[in-house]
């Protein structure tokens, strides 16, 4: 009988989509088993960081990107070595960026204008803090894959299928022998 992966799993959730038009996020909570690896995390936190800093984005977050694309340009996803320093000070910019909060009848929320630059300081917080919490991987992947459409809200649809088969690729990537590991 063979063995039912993870890719294996995401790759159901697609053809929900393709089937239904859309699949509930709480789908991608079988990416949490996988993440209790901690190079599998941290390495993911870097992967998505750097599919956002590869993206479109508003004039008045390029300078941000920029500096994103800069620090991850020679970076390997599959074991990532990044500068602390760097990595810290970048986080710390985004932060700063999108800092607004905005009170709402059952209490403060933040205020997200760029997507894109909220990603990738989700993905260098999970690496700085050498992210060993699953559910913070779940969280970046279902944040990387929702989209919303008034037909079903935010949920997985549309886009979120070639998203998903972003994550497969990755991972499918990293769980193949490396070259110097044969």
């Not at 070639?162 to 991972?171: A, H, T």
Request: positive net charge.
């Amino acid at each position: 009988m063979k063995r039912t992966t993870i890719s294996d799993k995401l790759r159901e959730v697609a053809a929900e989509i393709e089937r239904r038009g859309s699949a509930h996020l709480t789908r991608l909570t079988v990416l949490k088993k996988w993440f209790e690896v901690p190079s599998h995390l941290s390495s993911f936190a870097i992967f998505i960081a750097d599919q956002a800093s590869r993206r479109k984005t508003t004039e008045e977050a390029g300078e941000l990107i920029r500096k994103a694309r800069a620090l991850l340009a020679d970076v390997d996803v599959f074991a990532p070595k990044i500068a602390r320093a760097a990595a810290t000070s970048l986080y710390a910019s985004l932060r700063a960026f999108q800092n607004e909060q905005r009170n709402v009848p059952w209490g403060a929320v933040r205020v997200i204008r760029d997507h894109n630059l909220f990603l990738i300081e989700c993905g260098l917080g999970i690496y700085l803090r050498h992210g060993n919490a699953p559910t913070e991987g779940y969280r970046l992947a279902a944040s990387y894959c929702e989209n919303y459409d008034p037909r079903f809200g935010s949920n997985l649809n549309g886009p979120s299928r070639r998203r998903l088969g972003e994550i497969i690729d990755f991972i499918r990537h990293f769980e193949a022998p490396r070259q110097g590991e044969r």
